[in-house]
């Protein structure tokens, strides 16, 4: 049996289908610029596209998935135009095949199977305080995995077995006396080429087993199992259920009464219809039209992307950008302001043709204060017919520019990065409609690519920088692969290691994950939105801070963290996402440097001074040794390393570079008899969010 399962390989992933229902979502999500996880949540709705897509994702790089989120670290490592065109090339083998009645009850019975396996563990993992709940989805979307990767190979003869419901041992059965193979053993080797670090394979290998052994086995194996007996009669909640629910999670009947009702509340729409072949037939041909009209979306991006690539300076670049908007909407004209994330401010940018007041056009990135910044703060299009707040004077000013009575406007971004907004004049509230095609919203993720490739500063910054860091980080990565493994080998070698040695290995590793952390962070970087956040509480982000750090890295040594924060601290306009990763960064290495049982304390307070002006402060404090006074000088120089007192330099030098990029400035304060404190101060700016 192993050498039968052995012959199905990769090839076996690409050739099953796809329900086109998800890959009409997927391709929607894609051409709209949707964001990660709302592509993620849409992929994991289908066992053969989320397999498609790691697999992929998997053969990309030496360096592993995320184990507990592959399809979400796939979804970044691949990149939106990869992830379409998998959506295309399985929606092209999706529309070439010819399923008969019982062929295609049969496939639609599997994606059923699949997305409610998949829903019944996704509500299991919080039920059970599985906190990833990414792979556990996988470990029910993917049971009949293998029984897909048989029907595409055996077709009629295999759906002649006739085995409801899905996934049982009497279907594995009789699949060894036909086939020489069962389907878990079939799934089992197509997840091992994934190379996770993870219990997802043995999840469906073992989902058989004895319920003794499970018992005493993973969660992730135990959710496999749960869900697979959900999926027994998935309407009802059966005896059996309640008791295997009882047996390898203590659930009352209420409990799994509870979790039947939150995830048949998600069931698909089309698990009503299934013994209905004539309305299957219906629904996979709305989906196949569907598939071919966005096959012709696809066309007009790749023309779009052609034409914008001629744009050789900001100016040709928008002013083809203008025609593509004219071109293919009700707009009476496209007025784009770029963002200056220096000065916080939109720019605007004079195209041929149009007036030259749009250059002197300088907006202020205040909340709420006009519809250009609000379309840019909430991401979303608002337009001046809909708004929920009056007009200002930058508004009529616009509304006269477009020589229009309305106007939409449309934030540009680029994973993640808000770039800036183009204004588009409407004469008419109907002509909104015309806006919110998927064609309009492809032209906006188009141009958003074009408008990063172009800008002379962020292409500095983000596109040869981070190129360059990619490559660094490539070359790298390799050695630090070599380094780590022959470390743990090292360790496993030493039969009677003593304390001294044991820590070398330990701090070996250390160091090589510490290495590949900071290189993470600066590739990374660019996905933090530059432009600030009003009304940020930051004494709720301290605390916030440490007590995602505490069951990790405080609790296991007993480290007590006290906090002391200044009752009403003011609200800030900052960036909170910065600031909490300052945080974890001076946290970690407070926790380094104390010893079991020590402290760490956390102060805010409000300052004031000639040179900084008004500014909030927070303080981190351990009782540890203190940094030798030789070097406090130079703590926050990369190549300063305090080896025993716990704080990195290499760490320390990020820590300054983002708050640099906060505007703020950080300061060190360490003796042997008091320990290290570091003084994090960040600017205040006006927050304006509240004002009338």
């Keep these: 049996m192993e050498t039968s399962a052995q012959i199905f390989s990769e090839q076996d992933i690409a050739d099953l289908f796809c329900m086109p229902q998800v890959l009409v979502d997927l391709i929607e999500a894609c051409l709209g610029g949707d964001d990660a996880q709302s592509i993620a949540d849409i992929i994991l709705q289908d066992a053969a596209l989320s397999a498609k897509i790691i697999l992929a994702a998997s053969k990309s790089s030496a ?59 996704r509500c299991l993992a919080p039920s059970v ?4 709940i990414e792979e556990a989805q996988l470990s029910g979307l993917l049971l009949n995995l293998g029984i897909q990767a048989l029907f595409v190979r055996e077709g009629a003869t295999y759906t002649a077995l006739d085995v409801t419901p899905w996934s049982s041992a009497i279907q594995c059965h009789l699949e060894e006396a036909n086939y020489k193979v069962n389907h878990l053993q079939i799934a089992d080797k ?13 999840a469906i290998r073992f989902l058989h087993a004895d319920i003794a052994q499970i018992e ?34 203590g659930f009352s009947k209420s409990e799994v009464d509870y979790l039947f009702d939150w995830a ?38 790749e023309a779009a992307r052609a034409r914008l690539a001629t744009g050789k300076t900001p100016e040709s670049l928008l002013k083809i950008a203008r025609n593509l908007y004219l071109e293919n909407s009700s707009a009476t004209d496209a007025i784009f302001f770029l963002l200056d994330q220096k000065s916080l401010q939109l720019t605007g940018i ?130 630090l692969t070599i380094i780590n493994n022959y470390t743990e080998v090292l360790s496993h070698l030493l039969t009677d290691p003593d304390a001294d040695s044991q820590e070398l290995t330990e701090a070996i590793k250390k160091e ?52 002391d924060l200044q009752y009403n601290l003011d609200k800030v306009t900052t960036n909170p996402v910065l600031i909490k990763q300052i945080l974890v960064n001076l946290l970690k290495n407070a926790a380094e440097a104390v010893s079991d049982g020590g402290t760490i304390q956390l102060v805010t307070r409000d300052g004031y001074s000639s040179d900084r002006g008004t500014h909030i402060e927070i303080i981190v404090q351990d009782n540890g040794p203190g940094i030798a006074p030789q070097l406090q000088g130079k703590l926050f120089q990369p190549v300063i390393s305090t080896k025993g007192a716990g704080h990195s330099g290499v760490g320390l030098s990020i820590v300054k570079g ?29 927050d304006r969010s509240s004002e009338p």
């Excluded at 997840?191 to 043995?202: G, K, M, N, R, V």
């Excluded at 007041?357 to 910044?373: D, H, R, T």
Aim: aromatic letters at 8%.
């Design 264 to 301: 048949h509340g998600l069931y698909p729409a089309f698990g009503t219809f299934l013994a209905d072949p004539d309305k299957l037939q219906g629904e996979l041909a709305k989906a196949l039209e569907r598939l071919t009209e966005l096959s012709f979306v696809l066309a007009d991006q």
């Design 190 to 202: 197509l997840i091992e080429q994934w190379q996770l670090d993870s219990f997802l394979a043995d």
């Design 129 to 132: 305080n599985y906190p990833h």
């Design 63 to 121: 360096t592993p998935l995320d184990p507990l989120e592959p399809v979400s670290s796939a979804i970044q490592r691949l990149g939106t135009p990869m992830i379409t065109g998998i959506a295309l090339q399985s929606a092209r083998q999706i529309v070439q095949q010819s399923f008969t009645l019982q062929e295609l009850s049969f496939q639609y019975g599997l994606w059923f199977s699949a997305r409610v396996s998949g829903l019944v563990a």
């Design 216 to 249: 005493q086995s993973s969660v992730l194996l135990k959710i496999a199992r749960l869900a697979q007996q959900f999926c027994q009669n998935p309407q009802q909640v059966t005896a059996e259920t309640e008791v295997l629910a009882e047996r390898l999670f």
């Design 350 to 479: 004079l195209t041929e043709g149009q007036p030259r007041l749009i250059g002197e056009l300088k907006i202020p990135m205040e909340a709420k204060s006009n519809l250009v910044s609000s379309a840019l703060f909430d991401g979303t299009p608002v337009n001046s017919f809909q708004s929920n707040q009056p007009l200002t004077v930058t508004d009529h000013l616009l509304l006269r520019l477009c020589k229009s009575s309305g106007m939409s406007c449309h934030p540009f971004h680029f994973e993640g990065r808000a770039l800036g907004v183009v204004v588009l004049g409407v004469a008419a509230e109907t002509g909104l409609e015309r806006l919110k095609s998927l064609q309009v919203k492809m032209f906006g993720q188009v141009v958003s690519a074009a408008i990063m490739r172009m800008s002379t500063n962020v292409q500095d910054h983000f596109s040869d920088g981070n190129s360059l860091l990619r490559r660094v980080s490539h070359e790298v990565n390799s050695p």
């Design 512 to 563: 090589v994950r510490r290495i590949d952390d900071i290189i993470n962070y600066y590739l990374n970087q660019q996905e933090i939105p530059e432009f600030p956040e009003y009304s940020v509480n930051l004494n709720q982000l301290v605390l916030d801070t440490v007590d995602a750090l505490n069951d990790v890295e405080f609790k296991p040594r007993q480290i007590i963290p006290r906090v």
């Design 658 to 686: 983002m708050v640099d990029d906060l505007g703020g400035w950080i300061s060190c304060h360490s003796s042997a008899e008091s320990g290290t404190s570091f003084h994090l101060q960040i600017p205040c700016r006006v």
